[in-house]
């Protein structure tokens, strides 16, 4: 069974640089993925990415500014958020994929202040 665990979230101020990771344990994942939820609303992909390290995608709203990454070794996945902005608080997520069965974390805070 994949576990996942999420670090790196915090209150920084607008503008801030912020690399979240997400420590793998178990079996390798096919897909890595980030998600995140702000205050009252629904939960949202953000990036994914294949085990291999190729294949990256993002969602149009974070597109060229969040970067998602995964280590040689595959156990452990970043995402990279330079330059927050106050829309970037949420709770993030991260989120492995391997057959049929789909893994989260218990996600990490991010507050961005203005």
């Known amino acids: 069974q994949v576990q996942l665990v999420e670090s790196g979230g915090r209150l920084v101020q607008e503008g801030d640089s912020l690399t979240l990771s997400c420590e793998v344990s178990g079996p390798t994942p096919e897909v890595m993925a980030w998600f995140r939820q702000a205050p009252g609303k629904e939960r949202e992909w953000v990036c994914g990415?294949?085990?291999?390290?190729?294949?990256?995608y993002c969602s149009d709203s974070v597109k060229g500014r969040f970067t998602i990454s995964i280590d040689q070794v595959r156990t452990q996945g970043f995402l990279r958020i330079p330059s927050l902005i106050p829309e970037d608080t949420a709770v993030y997520y991260c989120?492995?994929?391997?057959?049929?069965?789909?893994?989260w974390g218990q996600g990490t805070q991010v507050t961005v202040s203005s």
């Open positions: 989120n492995a994929i391997r057959g049929t069965n789909d893994y």
């Open positions: 990415i294949r085990k291999s390290g190729t294949g990256r």
